[in-house]
Structure formats: structure tokens, C-alpha cells
């Protein structure tokens, strides 16, 4: 158990609706951030927040939105979801956004299902 | 722009040793991690290279060279579970002075008797 909780675990929606998944980071870490996994791609990196401000961004579209609240916890929301939006999506945390040597712990998922 | 290689698929046999190889180009690099991921699972850490040299921890090595923008994982003793995907990634800077880890597809390692 990595300490970074992920909700829902399984998600099916329909095509052009919009959900929200959260994520939990672990105790004292205050670096979220989120990825999509998706069968024929690696990784890609979505948005990193650090203590409620986003801090970086990746390959997120402009669709897909995330926010970290002040306890830490963040969420992802994707509307007008597409088919292709079907993925694994993972949270990750870490200590600092900025350090030398700290690895980023991974929740173990939500898998979205888009019919 | 980032670029990370690994191949995408490798077997072996139970009890032998593997090595996994990493290439990258990247801008910005502040060190190279190794994941395993199972399938439908999280990745979870193996290890860290910030300097050049070997790291070793019980089964598994990893080696870097910055110069060569190349690293490789070493898995030794190889029993059955570990056949999984193994993650190279990146960690490179990205803008409001963060580092993000960047990864690669991934190498999908299969064990067999």
C-alpha cells in the first residue's frame, strides 16, 4: 500500500458526460499529480499541483481540469468525455515539487470507462 | 522535447539475469527512476540514479550515464513474478521551477520456466 488513495476505482459513463476523480496523497506529502494510462501509450503526464497551486503541466486537455484543496486532497475532472478517454488514470505524490531525490508514490488507480 | 526508449518486449527464463535498457534526450535532467507495474496496477518504485555509477538494492541494479543519456535496470535471480512492465522515467524540469517525472512506454519482461 503506497499511501495515496484513489476514488472511484471503476468508472463507466457515457460519451459527453462529465466525472470527477479524486485522490488522497500520502500523509505529509503536499505534491499531487496526475497521469493517464491508456493500452497503447505510456504515462502521460497530465498537471502537477503543489500545496494547492498548480505547478506544472503536461499533455492535459483542455477538457480535463484539477484542483488540490486545502487539505491536500485533489481532484480531476473530465467532461464531454470521448471514447478515446478511456483510460487508467493515476495520482501521484511526493514529498516536495522541487528536490533532489524523492520518488513519487502512486495510487493504485481509477479505471474509466467511456461507452 | 522529451524522449525516452526502452524496448517493448523481453523474455527470459527463470533464474537467469535481464537487462533492461533506457535511453533518453532530454533538457533539463535531474535524475532516472525505475518503476515495476503489473498489469492494471501502480507502478511502484525500484530505484534512483541522480549520479553516475550503479546502484544496487538486493536483485535489482540500476546503472546510469548522464554523457550517454543511457541507463539500464539489472534484474538477477529472475523468479516468476517478476514478469511486469518496467518504467524508465525521466525526471526533467518543468515550468514554475517543479520536476516532473516523464516516462517511457514501458518494457513488458516475461518470465518463463
Known amino acids: 500500500d503506497s499511501g495515496v488513495t484513489q476514488t472511484p476505482k471503476h468508472l463507466i459513463t457515457a460519451t459527453g458526460q462529465r466525472v470527477t476523480l479524486r485522490c488522497s496523497p500520502r500523509?505529509?506529502?503536499?505534491?499531487v499529480y496526475w497521469y493517464q494510462q491508456s493500452l497503447d501509450q505510456g504515462l502521460q503526464f497530465l498537471i502537477q499541483y503543489y500545496n494547492g497551486e498548480e505547478r506544472a503541466k503536461g499533455n492535459i486537455l483542455e477538457r480535463f481540469s484539477a484542483q488540490q484543496f486545502p487539505d491536500l486532497h485533489s481532484e480531476l475532472n473530465l467532461s464531454s468525455l470521448e471514447l478515446g478517454d478511456s483510460a487508467l488514470y493515476f495520482c501521484?505524490?511526493?514529498?516536495?515539487?522541487?528536490?533532489?531525490?524523492?520518488?513519487?508514490?502512486f495510487g493504485q488507480g481509477t479505471r474509466l470507462t467511456v461507452v | 522535447g522529451q524522449n525516452i526508449d526502452q524496448p517493448t518486449e523481453m523474455t527470459a527464463t527463470e533464474g537467469a539475469i535481464v537487462q533492461i535498457n533506457c535511453t533518453y534526450q532530454t533538457s533539463g535532467f535531474n535524475g532516472l527512476f525505475w518503476y515495476q507495474q503489473h498489469a492494471g496496477e501502480a507502478p511502484t518504485f525500484l530505484s534512483y540514479?541522480?549520479?553516475?555509477g550503479l546502484e544496487e538494492k538486493g536483485r535489482f541494479s540500476s546503472f546510469l550515464s548522464r554523457s550517454k543519456g543511457y541507463s539500464y535496470l539489472l534484474l538477477k535471480e529472475l523468479q516468476m513474478k517478476d514478469s511486469a512492465s518496467y518504467l524508465c522515467a525521466v525526471r526533467v524540469a518543468g515550468s514554475g521551477g517543479s520536476y516532473i517525472p516523464t516516462f517511457g512506454r514501458g518494457t513488458s519482461l516475461i518470465v518463463h520456466p
Open positions: 540514479n541522480v549520479l553516475d
Open positions: 501521484a505524490s511526493s514529498v516536495v515539487g522541487r528536490d533532489l531525490n524523492t520518488e513519487a508514490f
Open positions: 500523509s505529509g506529502d503536499l505534491s
